[in-house]
């Protein structure tokens, strides 16, 4: 069978379940995450190759998965983000693209200063931790999560791209009682904040297989962990330290009137790339 053929065959599978656009776009994922090819010129010289037993087997396994609605980013174990590799397993989210653009207008911001002290809660498999790292240079960066799951993901992929993070295990919604003193240039954070009636709304490879801990959160409470962590941030950002969140597109004007309330002043909602209010930024008010 050549590599042609092999496309052709996960097209053709995916497609009834997926369609077609869908089906081509997962066929060049997997591909690519099994190392067949590293870009489209090299693509196109390889095409009509026989694929080898080897590449066959392992895409007629994962072609298997695929037909259960399993993510491809599990089923290869790899989801790119700000251009890194990272691995990603059942038990972490898997890192959106909304999420790049948080940490881009960051790196943006802070691009020419130095010595930031930076902070990611709920770090999950460590993609906004591990970028900001590797993206301002000198900058310290430490993160937590109260996943030992996610913790383990996060440290493998610090390690294998090289980025200096510290992980500790912290449930931002039950502290610890240590002592709280202003450490941080900023603070930020992806919590979970789908809420549980937009459930109806997802899609089943989502439901089925990302963990609910780090999507969902009750209709009566959407903002309890933009709450407890602006109440964390409060005392452990420095002077005009700032704060930066992901954030419910339809939450923004509650998320600014929650910011007001913890002392913070600066307040922007920032949309995302298909217009939506995406995204939260604060800066600690002075005392």
């Known amino acids: 069978m050549t590599n042609r053929q092999l496309e052709q065959l996960v097209i053709q599978n995916l497609e009834p379940l997926y369609g077609l656009e869908e089906a081509k776009s997962l ?29 066959e087997t392992d895409i007629r396994k994962a072609l298997d998965e695929l037909l259960t609605y399993k993510p491809v980013q599990y089923v290869t174990g790899k989801a790119w983000f700000c251009d890194f590799e990272f691995t990603v397993r059942p038990g972490v989210l898997i890192p959106r693209p909304e999420t790049e653009e948080l940490v881009y ?105 990302e963990p609910s801990l780090a999507l969902f959160v009750n209709d009566d409470q959407p903002l309890i962990y933009y709450d407890a962590i602006a109440a964390y941030a409060e005392r452990m950002l420095l002077e005009d330290g700032e704060l930066w969140f992901e954030i419910n597109e339809c939450e923004g004007s509650s998320i600014y009137r929650l910011l007001e309330s913890h002392s913070f002043s600066g307040i922007r909602i920032i949309k995302d790339m298909h217009g939506k209010d995406r995204f939260a930024c604060a800066v600690l008010a002075s005392s």
Not at 31 to 55: H, M, Y
Not at 140 to 159: C, F, G, K, M, Q
Request: include cysteine; proline fraction near 3%; charged fraction near 30%.
């Open 27 to 55: 066929q060049r994922y997997l591909f690519r995450a099994l190392r067949v090819f590293d870009g489209l010129s090299e693509w196109l010289l390889i095409r009509d190759n026989e694929a080898g037993k080897d590449l």
């Open 105 to 209: 207008l960051i790196r943006n911001r802070c691009s020419n200063r130095h010595g930031l002290r930076i902070l990611d809660i709920g770090t999950g498999s460590g993609a906004i931790a591990v970028s900001l790292a590797k993206l301002l240079k000198d900058a310290y960066v430490e993160a937590t999560d109260v996943s030992d799951a996610a913790l383990s993901i996060a440290a493998v992929n610090a390690e294998k791209l090289g980025a200096r993070v510290k992980f500790r295990k912290e449930d931002i919604l039950n502290p610890s009682d240590g002592e709280y003193k202003p450490v941080f240039n900023l603070i930020v954070s992806n919590p979970p904040y789908v809420k549980r009636s937009e459930m109806a709304k997802m899609q089943s490879n989502v439901l089925d297989f």
